[in-house]
């Protein structure tokens, strides 16, 4: 199976997890972009999504989803989105499409959190894949600086500014042995918005499509 047929795999797997859901959350990407497509079905089931991108909120309206403001629910039943890496304990490196601030939100709203990947992204030790950190424009260069104490190497993704109207850094050549605390450390530097790590509140479910299968780590 080439990486689409893998990614469209475990995306129409994640169906099962919206069935009797009225409002949901989707990610963003282009794992989650099949998943979107497959919701043309949902329509008049699914009532609404709340929705961690532009490019999504176009997407799901394209698909007749309508879209809500996460401010208008208390909950969101499940999140259903994609991730860069996966370790053996759910923990996830995301934020490679930028969208990782309002994705850590929606996730943190969500009782449940569904993550769909391809094998590809599975790993032992997160880190290989460089990490996301969305910044204050102004703080860019002193985030920077710190990171690299932290022993990365972090590169200005140069004139790509998110939805939020920020900047990101990828830091690269971290080897992250304890992604909870590492997450925590990063966003607490001034300047940070959040990093990519979803460690904290990681991922309840994620699916790994396989090809032959897909796998479900609980
Ligand atoms: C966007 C994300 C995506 O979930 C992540 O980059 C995976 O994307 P794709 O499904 O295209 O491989 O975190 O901010």
Redesign the pocket.
């Given at each position: 199976m080439t990486q689409d047929e893998l990614?469209k795999q475990v995306a129409q797997a994640a169906l099962q997890y919206i069935d009797g859901e009225t409002i949901i959350g989707v990610?963003?990407?282009?794992?989650?972009?099949f998943f979107i497509d497959m919701l043309a079905d949902y329509k008049g089931k699914i009532k609404a999504a709340a929705s961690?991108?532009d490019a999504t909120t176009e997407r799901l309206k394209g698909v007749g989803i309508p879209v809500i403001e996460l401010n208008s629910v208390d909950e969101i039943g499940v999140y259903v989105?994609?991730?860069?890496e996966v370790d053996t304990n759910k923990k996830l490196i995301?934020?490679?499409?930028?969208?990782?601030t309002r994705?850590k939100i929606i996730a943190a709203a969500s009782k449940k959190f569904v993550c769909i990947?391809?094998s590809t992204?599975s790993v032992d030790v997160l880190g290989a894949f460089p990490l996301?950190v969305e910044v204050i424009p102004m703080s860019r260069n002193y985030v920077a600086n710190e990171l690299e104490k932290l022993g990365g190497r972090p590169v200005w993704r140069k004139d790509y500014y998110t939805d939020n109207g920020c900047e990101i850094l990828d830091v690269h050549g971290l080897k992250i042995v304890d992604p909870v605390k590492l997450e925590t450390i990063i966003n607490g530097i001034t300047g940070v918005v959040t990093n990519?790590l979803f460690a904290a509140r990681d991922a309840d479910v994620v699916l790994v499509g396989n090809g032959d299968k897909v796998d479900t780590i609980k």
């Open positions: 990614k990610g963003t990407g282009s794992t989650v972009n961690s991108s989105d994609g991730a860069d995301k934020g490679g499409g930028g969208a990782l994705e990947v391809d992204k996301p990519g």
